[in-house]
């Protein structure tokens, strides 16, 4: 039975370096949901996927703008609303693609999705990640930034940031609680990767 291991979790928590660690313990292949989303922009109609669409067109300003002037809570839910569309292009490679199990990686899989997610055949093992140690997030935006390069715009811009990754922990905490989906919490990054393989071999 195809086994696909699906990687949800905030920015910041490693997510994509799971993934590749896991690709190559696991002798699977990886995609991240960006990938997806790009095809999905080539393909799809634009008026049935608008959010797909809405921050994919934001210039350097307009980000900046949006990340000025909207909560941290409400930029959780616009991300949210983006993910319902990116989900369709997931959910679509989860039930067709016939080349085996492989890894799926992105903030694009929440736990109120998976836990709808049955597919004949199929094995599906999800596993959230969450990094709340705010030291650390906030040092990881300040170094490498999330929407940009972090010496592309100003701190009070990534302060933002950083209060928005811990306004999707706390939510990610709360839905994976309330659907029973596995949570990690980031503690020590030379062992999580350990901690996932245990989850998805259970």
Known sequence: MDKIIL??????????YAAKKLAHALKLPWISTDKIRSQMRKTVNRSDHPRL?????ATPKMAVDYLSTKSAQQIVKDQNAESLDVWKGVRDKIEND???SFIIEVVAILPCLVSRLHVKNK???AVFLVDDNIQRVR????????????????????????????????YIIKETK???????KIKDRRKYIG???KVINK
């Open 195 to 197: 901690q996932i393989i």
């Open 53 to 57: 669409f809405e921050f994919a067109e």
């Open 178 to 184: 309330k659907y029973g989906l596995p949570l990690i």
């Open 7 to 16: 990687l949800g979790g905030s920015p910041t928590a490693g997510k994509t």
């Open 139 to 170: 040092r990881t935006i300040y170094t490498r930034g999330l929407w940009a390069k972090a010496n592309e715009y100003s701190d009070t811009v990534k302060e933002k940031e950083v209060a928005w990754v811990m306004a999707f922990n706390e």
């Open 98 to 100: 016939s080349t085996g």
């Open 123 to 125: 094995k599906i093992k």
